[in-house]
């Protein structure tokens, strides 16, 4: 199963200045067209509560599913499966279902649970040209993981990605 993390993230290593901002605020229209092509790609992603919040609503074309501590107390949405599973009861079910690569979209405590948990097969870090000082680290709670850099691609003439593997 590939398990892909993909995260826009200032220079400074942020992948927001506050908990509740939605990366459209500062994220480039190439950074968007990026994720949204790499998404449909897979099929499925799956974020944290908080970052469906600076969302709101399902992604067209792609299964979304949103953890949370406590699913039964969130609001039915036609398009969105919320869930308190664990990351590696997700990948199982998901691969059951017959998929082949997911994405995870958000935030860094989910990211920091698939890294931990060992998951993540690749990083697609779009870094945009701004640093925020202070912020929401792009993941938190893990042990060091080894990565190698597979391509970089300027995605505009200020943004670049990056697409590591993890080792």
């Known amino acids: ?9 200032s ?9 509740d901002q939605s990366s459209l605020d500062w994220t480039s229209k190439e950074d968007l067209r990026f994720f949204v092509e790499k998404t449909k790609e897979a099929g499925v992603v799956i974020m944290g509560r ?7 609503k399902p992604l067209k074309d792609r299964r979304l599913i949103v953890m949370t501590c406590d699913p039964e107390k969130q ?24 998929h082949t690569t997911i994405v995870v979209g958000g935030g ?3 990211y920091g649970q698939f890294l931990s948990a060992g998951l993540i097969t690749d990083l697609f870090l779009t870094i945009e040209p701004v640093l ?3 912020g929401v680290p792009l993941a938190q709670d893990f042990d060091r993981v080894n990565l ?6 300027m995605l505009n003439d200020q943004t670049i990605l990056l697409h590591y593997a993890v080792l």
């Open 50 to 56: 908080k970052t469906f919040a600076t969302i709101g």
């Open 11 to 19: 220079a400074d290593g942020k992948i927001a200045e506050k908990v």
């Open 132 to 134: 925020f000082g202070k």
């Open 108 to 110: 860094s405590g989910v």
């Open 148 to 153: 190698k850099l597979v391509e970089t691609r």
């Open 1 to 9: 199963m590939n398990v892909w993390l993909i995260a826009a993230m």
């Open 75 to 98: 609001e039915g949405m036609d398009g969105v499966e919320y869930t308190s599973e664990s990351p590696g009861s997700i990948v199982r079910n998901l691969e059951a279902d017959g």
